[in-house]
Structure formats: structure tokens, C-alpha cells
């Protein structure tokens, strides 16, 4: 049975299914699991995939079909019971507007009680599914970069935010072709290949894994190969070959269902039945297992080197310029003025702009003095983003939040010309019923949900247009800290802050792959008590020590700083 919701809520979803069950006499008794769907394209594919699997994995099934942009807001349903849900139960959810910044709140009253969550990405994945707010409360996280736009940038992006729990259906789809090589591999006599290569296109990430499964197995390097020229045009691993000193083995796909092995002592090629997977199979052997596949972690971490230094999101863009003027009132006209004009290109070149916002004394100044400077430009508002680099988690309406400090000067200007409330990006308090990490996960889910995980991930892609950061007289920028271990931290947008050595202990704060996706950078200093910091920030990048000098424009980084400030640089 298939019933329709429109214009509903968490709670008469959750009525209308007992309603359901009730007439039908089904049960929930035998769910072993929630599975949640996050769908960025079509949904009946996986949802075929996951009523397949269902049969041996009864599931209570949630699918989030998101429209962020909808200019009206609600949540539409549809409820799938009995012989349309296979052995499960389906639930999709249709949201529209700003109800997607409470997507968690949504899931949360649909959960299945006391059973393991498993969110699985089709399409699009997220660079670091833990830190997903839907990923974040589960124990497995299934993404398929082969279904990417960018199959193995995402594989990249996925190997930055790797965390236990994680998997990739481009993975699964090795399982039969990892056990078959195993066991070829080990027909005597038994030695280690000289050469190893697997063949198909460098571009698809089963193969890259494949010939990274095989690199950190056996400690060779394995060569990705081109297919032969007449090889059948199938997608993933064409062949692997294992050349040792008494001959080649050597395995080759031939057709959908099977493989042809040859080995040292039996060149005649012997047919081995290994059907292609499809998805209803693949996901069916994720739910089977819901511990770690650390085979799986190990290998990716294998295939693409971690960035270690944080200054390398930093390095390779235009050098810093300085803007001098008399005092902090000056420095805020300056940054105001040059921002302004910085937005107004952008709404008239893209249609969209985003801007990121900071607290302190000169910060608030700018942020007083920006409505008026965008008042000049003539720009329309509508399509403005305002976000924060970050922010004390305290009381919602505490003196030390940054947000605070700048609705009366900016905020509720801005709206009265035009832009809407729902532009306005305020990070999570204890207010909102989040701890300190599920703030942080939220946060960088609604820059992703924006766009931002593309841009965030990939060297040379800005999200940000002007990006605004105070410098504190220790020289850190937003609520990264000189050799402070949380600024390490570069897998997820945003990020939970313990013990800041400035109070409040507690923050949230924008990562250093974040901070460096602007198209213009602005520091805004001022007092001679920062002229260290300042002439610091101004030497090579290195960020452990000194956080000012990381973070860099696309086009322009500019220092604008007070006369005080800027009384320690040379020249």
C-alpha cells in the first residue's frame, strides 16, 4: 500500500505508518536496521536496490529527496508498506527549503529504536561522511564515487575525510575479483610477482582500488594498463595479470558472466563464471556487514597520501597586499568599501554570492560599516549568503557570540534591504539541542547542502567570494590556535574546538580547506598590540605556529591594518 502526505511533519508520518501497519497487521518486530537514503538524482534505482535487499535484511527505509533551493518550504511524504515495500517499510521524504537545516530532527523521530543506521550516498557523496549530520549518527556510511561526477576526485576527497565505518560500492565490486586473484595467486609453486598490472581505465576508481588492493598486498607496485584493443567495452577492471619467474597469470573478463584464468602451467584458459554485480547485490553485501572494512580504509589511505602540512591549502595563490590607514575606524571603511564592490561583481557575474563574516572589535566596525557600502554598489540583495569563520558556543544571546555582535549593525540592515532571513547562516548554540560536535557536523552540512563540498575539497575551487578574519595578538585566525591539536583537524567543513586558550573553551570553527575557498581574503587589524602577529603573518606560510599566515585568496589576500598594526613590517 502506498500512502501520500503532503504538507506534513516527523510526527504524522510516524502515525500514519502505525495506521498502516495496523490495517495491514505488519510489524516492525523483524527490522534489523534503518536504512537512509540520501538522494541527489533519481530515486527508483535505489529504491529497487534497497526493497531487493530487504528480503534478507528487513529494513526500515528512509529516502531524503532534498530541494534546498525551493523558494517555498515544507515536507512532503510518501509511505510505502507491505508487498511495495518488500520485507521493509519505505518512507519518502520530500523536503523543501529551510526545513533541510533540520534534517536530523527530521530522521530522528522515523528511526527505528535500538537498531544500526546505515546512510547510503547513490550519488553525490560527501567528502567525509562522518561528518555528515546524517552520517555523523550512523554506523555504516555506503558511497559510490563510481556514480560521482568525478569518480576519482571523490575518491580523493573520500580519502581526506575517511573514517571507520565508511565504504564504497566501487570496494564491493572487487570482492569476487579480490577472491579470485587470491586464490590464483596461491597455485604452486607460490612466489611474489615480479610485475603486476591491472588492466582498465585509470579514471574508475574499482580499478585504481583494485591495483592499490594489490600494491599493499603484495608489496609491488601494480601498473594500471590499457585494455587490449579488442577488449569488450565494460566499465572497471578488464584483466590482472601477475607476472612471476615461472610464468604469468593471468586473468581477463570475456564477457558479463565470465572470466578466462590462465596460469603458468595451464596456458589453455580455463572459464571461470563471475557475473558482473548489479546494485541490488552490492548493497545486499554492505548491510551484511556493519563492522569497519579496515581492508578497505587501509587501502585507500594506500592509494592517495594524506596532506600533512595544513599550509599547502594556502600555498600557490597571489602573494598579500597591505592597505594602510590611520586607525580602526578607517581600516573598517576600507574593508567594508572593497568588499562591497567585491559582492556586487560576484551577484552580477554569478547570481549568487556568499560571505563570511567575523567578531572582535575591528570585525563588528567592518560588519557596521559594510550595509552602507553595499548600499552604494546598488546590488540586489536576494541572493546574498552570510556565514560565520566561527563561533563561541555559549547562550544564543550571550555578549561573546560573534552573531551577536553584529545583528544590529549589519543583520537586521541587510534584511530591511532585501536580504532574507533564510541567507543568514548563524552556527548552532547549546540553545539548539546539539552538542558541540553534532553543531560543528550541522554547520558543515549546510555549506555543503550550499554547494561547498566540491570547492572544499578541490585545489583551486572557491566557494567563499570575501571572507573576512579577525587576527588575535597570538596570531590566530577564526578559532584556529598556535599549536593547538584541533587545528590539525582538516577532514570535515567545520569543526568542534575544546579547550581554546582564548575563553570560551568551547567553539566552532571553519577548517583550513574551508578558510582557503575564497575568492578574496580580508584581515582586518588594528593596535600595536597585534604588530607581532602582523609582521608574523606576513613571513612564510606555516600555519602550526602562526594560523594568520595560512589562509589565502583565489585572487587577492589583503591585510588591512591600522597604522599601530602595521608599525613592525619592513619596508
Not at 568599501?337 to 563570511?356: P, Y
Not at 560565520?388 to 537586521?412: C, Q
Request: hydrophobic share 45%.
Amino acid at each position: 500500500m502506498i500512502t501520500t502526505l503532503t504538507d506534513t511533519t516527523a510526527s504524522a508520518i510516524d502515525k500514519k505508518m502505525i495506521e498502516m501497519r495496523e490495517t495491514f497487521g505488519a510489524n516492525t518486530i523483524g527490522r534489523v536496521l534503518t536504512l537512509i537514503i540520501i538522494a541527489t538524482g533519481d530515486i527508483e534505482e535505489p529504491l529497487e536496490a534497497a526493497i531487493s535487499a530487504s528480503h534478507e535484511h528487513p529494513a526500515r527505509v528512509l529516502v531524503v529527496d532534498a530541494d534546498p533551493e525551493a523558494e517555498v518550504s515544507g515536507l512532503d511524504a510518501e509511505i510505502r508498506v507491505g508487498r511495495d515495500a518488500g520485507a521493509g517499510e519505505i518512507v519518502i521524504l520530500r523536503a523543501r527549503g529551510d526545513i533541510m537545516s533540520s534534517l536530523d530532527t527530521l530522521v530522528m523521530a522515523l528511526l527505528l529504536p535500538d537498531a544500526p543506521i546505515v546512510t547510503w550516498w547513490p550519488e553525490g557523496a560527501p567528502s567525509a561522511p562522518v561528518h555528515d549530520v546524517l552520517g555523523s549518527m550512523s554506523q555504516r556510511r555506503i558511497t559510490d564515487s563510481a556514480a560521482c561526477p568525478a569518480p576519482i576526485a571523490t575518491l580523493k576527497r573520500l580519502r581526506r575525510g575517511y573514517s571507520h565505518g565508511d565504504s564504497d560500492l566501487a570496494w564491493a565490486r572487487l570482492t569476487r575479483w579480490r577472491g579470485l586473484v587470491a586464490s590464483a595467486y596461491e597455485v604452486p609453486p607460490v612466489s611474489v610477482p615480479k610485475q603486476v598490472q591491472v588492466a582498465g581505465s585509470a579514471e574508475n576508481p574499482s580499478v585504481v582500488l583494485m591495483a592499490a588492493w594489490l600494491s599493499h598486498t603484495l608489496g609491488v607496485d601494480a601498473k594500471i594498463v590499457d585494455p587490449s584493443d579488442d577488449a569488450p567495452d565494460y566499465a572497471g577492471v578488464h584483466g590482472v595479470r601477475l607476472l612471476r619467474a615461472d610464468g604469468t597469470i593471468d586473468l581477463t573478463r570475456v564477457s558479463d558472466e565470465a572470466i578466462v584464468l590462465t596460469l603458468p602451467t595451464d596456458d589453455s584458459g580455463q572459464h571461470v563464471t563471475m557475473p558482473r554485480r548489479t546494485l541490488n547485490e552490492l548493497l545486499a553485501e554492505e548491510l551484511r556487514r556493519l563492522d569497519p572494512d579496515e581492508v578497505y580504509g587501509e587501502v585507500l589511505a594506500s592509494t592517495f597520501s594524506d596532506i600533512v602540512d595544513s599550509g599547502t591549502f594556502a600555498t600557490g595563490k597571489p602573494a598579500p597586499t597591505d592597505t594602510v590607514v590611520a586607525d580602526a575606524d578607517a581600516v573598517a571603511v576600507a574593508a567594508a568599501e572593497s568588499a562591497a564592490s567585491q559582492l556586487a561583481t560576484a551577484l552580477k557575474e554569478r547570481s549568487v554570492a556568499h560571505l563570511v563574516v567575523t567578531g572582535g572589535t575591528v570585525g563588528t566596525k567592518t560588519a557596521g560599516a559594510l550595509p552602507a557600502a553595499l548600499r552604494s554598489t546598488g546590488a540586489d540583495l536576494t541572493h546574498l549568503h552570510i556565514w560565520w569563520g566561527d563561533e563561541r558556543f555559549v547562550d544564543p544571546e550571550s555578549a561573546d557570540r560573534n552573531e551577536v555582535a553584529v545583528r544590529a549593525g549589519l543583520l537586521e540592515p541587510l534584511q530591511e534591504a532585501g536580504l532574507p532571513s533564510r541567507n543568514i547562516h548563524v552556527m548552532p548554540s547549546p540553545a539548539d539541542g546539539m552538542s558541540l560536535e553534532d553543531a560543528a557536523a550541522w554547520y558543515g552540512q549546510q555549506l555543503d547542502l550550499l554547494g561547498g563540498d566540491e570547492p572544499f575539497r578541490t585545489r583551486g575551487g572557491a566557494f567563499f567570494d570575501v571572507l573576512m578574519l579577525g587576527v588575535g595578538p597570538d596570531g590566530h585566525v577564526a578559532s584556529l590556535f598556535p599549536e593547538h591539536p584541533d587545528q590539525r583537524q582538516v577532514g570535515a567543513s567545520a569543526i568542534a574546538v575544546k579547550g581554546s586558550p582564548k575563553p570560551p573553551s568551547e567553539r566552532v570553527s571553519l577548517t583550513w580547506p574551508v578558510l582557503n575557498s575564497s575568492r578574496h581574503v580580508a584581515l582586518l587589524v588594528a593596535g600595536g598590540e597585534k604588530a607581532d602577529a602582523v609582521a608574523d603573518g606576513h613571513g612564510e606560510i606555516d600555519p602550526w605556529p602562526v594560523p594568520a599566515s595560512a589562509v589565502r585568496g583565489l585572487e587577492t589576500t589583503t591585510w588591512f591594518l591600522d597604522t599601530a598594526a602595521a608599525s613592525r613590517l619592513k619596508g
